[in-house]
């Protein structure tokens, strides 16, 4: 029977494949009796898994590509060894023959009474080896009761999931990092905003995404086939044929467009009216650039360097993260790069740091981004001085992220003068004037961006924050996600103030939020004055597109129109007439 699902859709384009559903935990493992007869069959039974276990680790471990890295490697070894394992294999053959139960209770036994004597230990670092035994017992568990899959990091490092449309409650960053190692055809999650890392993320590897979807584990069965429309936000359950040739021919249709639109590639990018623009894009990992460069030979205008640290899941030295950012630089070719200083904390976090210390209510608000690297200098100075290093061989730019007012961009400039003395006396190469931004994401910068631009050399406009912390709605609770709105006259206010005052005091301003990849507020923002966007890979060619079609001169006293309405929704209807007039 077919079914349809409605969500929020938050990277476009449609896709057609076999659900595989996403387990966090583990079914619950049930006790039962067997007849002495069977118990040699029941282990053989129990040793098969373990073998079958084994197998799709020494899978995963040929499978996975050389720059993986090395934490990954290492963590499928000992999951190996552990296979191998005298107590937890002995011990659970024993207790099949001693109980006469079955193998997923023996096992499952086994590793509470192990977990036990790991519980009980003082050392830290043993402490944490529980959660590979825990992994390793989950792995044979589902071997035992023959689940397809299994869910953990390696796991996603395979190919199993190719074509596949995950079905999932929630997808951290680190998930969708790791899964974009194979070629996922779509995400579903139950929850998620917009605005979340994982969407963005998914956005800019242009895998179509709908979140919101509540019930999706319990609606979708393994194996059903899904037409996922990240275009309307519409997840079909196995649909009649006549409706999958109709998918069919939708995608076909995009394709023709999209090739269309890379006869643009490479091609200026300027209004029919001759003003330049500056479109660059985003990314979230150096391989990024090479997508990037599928659409355009342009710079990077916000390079998230969070990722990095969050697919180490540690903090990479300063050489570490210097390889890193020139390895980047220099798969430009010349194009400016804009590195943005760490965004830890919120819905980014190391997955370690996550379970310690107290409850944090509302991370979005708390020790994030820059307030966390003005704490905590020994994290902040290798990156600072990574980043002087990378630009000493070519065009980069520093970015700060969350700044809230001006004595903050004053300590963290004082920090990058300690560091550029650091380097001097190491006698290091370095941008001695290497040009430093902020983002403006927090309103009370944009009150005070005139001050800001006094002191730096460019501003980037933070939307998904900026709109966030205006509208006071948390960018990453679907329940929340009908506030996201770019049009309200408050957001617009701030992104106008940010812009007059980037022009008052000469320096550049750029936008790097979502609102700059959406084609709808393009014309608009070109109207207000914005000379330089920076968008996601997928959309470049699409904005370059509507720009090359535009007229300023048309566009500014349209715009200035719009922006002495107050209602939002007389807003959106000026935008569309707007946008309508230019087609
Ligand atoms: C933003 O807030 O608009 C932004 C670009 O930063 P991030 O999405 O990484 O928070
Ligand atoms: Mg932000």
């Known amino acids: 029977m077919s079914l349809t699902l409605q969500g929020i859709g938050v990277s476009k384009g449609i896709c057609i494949g076999p659900a595989y559903v996403y ?30 276990a084994q197998q799709q680790l020494n899978n995963i ?17 000992t999951h190996l060894l552990m296979l191998d394992d005298p107590v937890l294999y002995e011990d659970t053959v024993s207790h099949i023959r001693a109980r006469l139960c079955n193998a997923e209770w023996a096992l499952q036994v086994q590793v509470e009474r192990i977990v036990k004597v790991f519980d009980d230990m003082d050392d830290p670092y043993l402490k944490t080896r529980k959660d590979d035994i825990i992994h390793v017992t989950e792995r044979i568990q589902r071997c035992l009761m023959n689940e397809p899959d299994l869910n953990h990091a390696e796991d996603k490092l395979g190919d199993h999931l190719k ?50 979807v509540h019930d999706a584990k319990h609606l979708i069965q393994a194996n059903d086939l899904i037409v996922l429309d990240g275009n309307t936000g519409k997840v079909h359950i196995n649909p009649a ?6 998918f069919k021919s939708l995608i076909r249709n995009e394709r023709q467009r999209r090739k269309l639109l890379f006869d643009l590639k490479n091609k200026p990018t300027k209004t029919k009216d001759g003003l330049k623009i500056h479109l660059h894009g985003n990314i979230d990992r150096p391989d990024d650039v090479r997508t990037l460069r599928q659409f355009d030979h342009t710079g990077v205008g916000l390079y998230r360097t969070e990722m990095l640290f969050i697919e180490h899941n540690r903090l990479p030295s300063e050489d570490e993260q210097f390889e890193t950012y020139r390895r980047t630089l220099r798969s430009l070719k010349g194009h400016p790069l804009t590195i943005r200083t760490i965004d830890l904390g919120a819905d980014k976090e190391l997955a370690d740091t996550t379970q310690h210390g107290p409850l944090i209510h509302n991370p979005a608000l708390g020790l994030r981004a820059i307030r966390r690297c003005l704490k905590d200098p020994s994290l902040f100075l290798p990156q600072i001085k990574a980043i002087l290093r990378t630009a000493g061989y070519g065009p980069v730019n520093m970015m700060i992220p969350m700044i809230s007012c001006i004595s903050e961009m004053e300590q963290t400039l004082e920090l990058i003068e300690q560091a550029k003395a650091e380097l001097k006396s190491r006698r290091i190469r370095f941008d001695n004037n290497i040009k430093i931004g902020a983002m403006i994401e927090v309103p009370s910068a944009a009150l005070v961006a005139d001050s800001l631009a006094n002191k730096l050399d460019f501003l980037s406009i933070g939307t998904n924050d900026l709109i966030q912390y205006t509208l006071a709605f948390d960018r990453i609770d679907d329940e929340v996600s009908y506030l996201y709105n770019p049009l309200h006259p408050a957001v617009l206010k701030l992104i106008q103030m940010t812009l007059n005052a980037g022009e008052t005091q000469g320096i550049q301003v750029s936008m790097c939020g979502e609102m700059a990849s959406d084609t709808q507020y393009t014309r608009l923002l070109l109207g207000m004055g ?3 966007f920076s968008v996601q ?11 090359n079609h535009s007229e300023i001169t048309q566009l500014r006293p349209l715009t200035e129109k719009i922006m002495t309405l107050s209602d939002p929704q007389e807003i959106k209807l000026a935008v569309e007439e707007l946008n309508l007039r230019f087609l």
Do not use: W
């Open 23 to 52: 387990y966090r935990e583990l079914p619950e493992v049930l006790e039962y009796s067997i007849s002495k007869f069977s118990a040699d069959d029941e282990i053989k039974r129990f040793e098969d898994a373990r073998i079958k």
């Open 61 to 77: 471990k040929n499978t996975i590509s050389g720059d993986t890295p090395h934490d990954i490697t290492l963590f499928i070894d």
């Open 163 to 212: 074509g596949r449309i995950i079905v999932a409650d929630d997808l951290t960053p680190a998930d969708t990092l790791l899964m974009q190692h194979q070629k996922i055809a779509g995400f579903i999650t139950e929850y998620g905003g917009p605005l979340s890392h994982t969407a963005i993320l998914a956005r800019n590897l242009g895998i179509p995404t709908i979140v919101g």
């Open 241 to 246: 044929k006549k409706d999958i040739a109709h």
């Open 530 to 532: 914005l000379q330089c």
């Open 537 to 547: 890979a997928n959309s470049l060619l699409d904005i370059k597109h509507i720009i």
